[in-house]
């Protein structure tokens, strides 16, 4: 799929995102309407992933995180989990080829530990396979949730300090963050979220404290590159303060 070239020509290739994050949202949704079941509402939602992963390489933007598993979506029926780990299997062994070809690195974030060997092992695999690919590095989300990656972020510094390798007055802003699962990715420019739901649902909820939100209506087996696009044009009509005022901002922008 190209997209519509009218509405891509409205980006401004100079004002891009660095890093897009996504909460993939509407899949079982979307399959209730069509009347088909979850996971094949699930296997659609992989055409999607692969929209925005060619979108984010054909404009530039060197980072994509898409929200694939949380911790919370273990609590689904076993049948459903079954099977989305079956889709994670099959859908990381038929893109491998696609992400080398397109020089995209694969990176994970989450408890990869809880993943079931075979996905785990398929996931390490091509993360090894891609790890020196440089245009675009594809975050998935898997068994993930910020108040996960908080706790384990604590427990990594408090170790450090019981080793005596770090002494507690040290433990500032960049320490915290060096410790996060997330490291050393940079923190999301513009997060991304389908079906209409106004949440963020325990995901980098450190990382998006000056993260522009945009929320769209559309299903995300729906969401195309056409979507994408609109999601770009939106954010390049925002002006980022990070606490500044505009006249600072104006400034600062006149003088490069």
């Known amino acids: ?27 079982g949704r979307w399959a209730k309407k069509q009347g088909l079941s979850r996971i094949l509402g699930h296997k659609k939602g992989t055409e999607a992933v692969r929209h925005v992963t060619e979108a984010c390489a054909e404009l ?7 929200y694939a598993f949380s911790t919370e979506n273990w609590n689904r029926p076993k049948d459903e989990v079954d099977a989305l780990m079956n889709l994670l299997i099959n859908t990381i062994n038929d893109e491998l080829n696609t992400l080398q070809q397109n020089n995209i690195k694969l ?44 706790a384990a972020m604590v427990a990594s510094i408090a170790k450090k300090v019981k080793s005596g390798e770090l002494d507690p007055e040290q433990i500032d802003q960049k320490i915290i963050e060096q410790n996060l699962n997330t490291y050393p ?32 209506n559309t299903l995300w087996p729906d969401f195309n590159k056409d979507e994408f696009y609109k999601a770009i044009i939106d954010y ?21």
Not at 9 to 27: E, F, Q, W
Not at 60 to 66: A, C, M
Not at 110 to 129: D, K, V, Y
Request: charge should be positive; hydrophobic fraction near 35%.
């Open 1 to 27: 799929m190209h997209g519509n070239i009218e509405l891509k020509k409205m980006i401004d290739l100079n004002n891009l995102p660095n890093h897009v994050a996504v909460i993939m949202d509407g899949n």
């Open 60 to 66: 530039g933007i060197p980072y994509l995180t898409l």
């Open 107 to 150: 990176n994970a974030i989450g408890n990869l530990l809880q993943l079931p060997e075979q996905a785990r092992n398929n996931l390490l695999q091509t993360i090894h396979a891609t790890k020196n690919n440089t245009r675009l590095t594809l975050t998935l989300a898997l068994s993930y949730s910020s108040h996960w990656e908080i």
């Open 185 to 216: 990715i940079p923190f999301p420019d513009l997060l991304i979220r389908t079906s209409g739901e106004y949440r963020i649902s325990n995901f980098l909820l450190y990382q998006l404290a000056y993260t522009e939100l945009y929320f769209t």
């Open 236 to 256: 390049q009509k925002r002006e980022r303060r990070f606490g500044k005022i505009s006249e600072q901002i104006q400034q600062k922008n006149s003088e490069k």
